[in-house]
Nanobody, 115 residues
């Protein structure tokens, strides 16, 4: 079954941290560049972090230095470590490929940063 399952979101105070996980089916994950996306209310979905099949990473300017993406190839799982969270990080977070995006997105995981 082809699927993406995100987890780990929640409510956190500004300056706090969260770790998101995305379990992907092997057909989606293996050999592909993977990314974390987010969509805030009223805004378009944006790519915030990418990890390439070789392990190199890339980040949007708004999260660089605060977020860290990683992958476990054996578990076909992608992680997003988020530190120094800001209210503007509030969004639903999704994972998917960076290229050849899978049509059926997962349900996402809600991250809310608020005092």
């Amino acid at each position: 079954q082809v699927q993406l399952v995100e987890s780990g979101g929640g409510l956190v105070q500004p300056g706090g941290s969260l770790r998101l996980s995305c379990a992907a089916s092997r057909s989606i994950f293996s050999g592909y560049d993977m990314g974390w996306y987010r969509q805030a209310p009223g805004k378009q979905r944006e790519l915030v972090a990418s990890i390439f099949s070789g392990g190199s990473t890339n980040y949007a300017g708004s999260v660089k230095g605060r977020f860290t993406i990683s992958r476990d190839n054996a578990k076909t799982t992608v992680y997003l470590e988020m530190n120094s969270l800001k209210p503007e990080d509030t969004a639903v977070y999704y994972c998917n490929r960076v290229n050849s995006v899978v049509r059926d997105w997962g349900q996402g995981t809600q991250v809310t940063v608020s005092s």
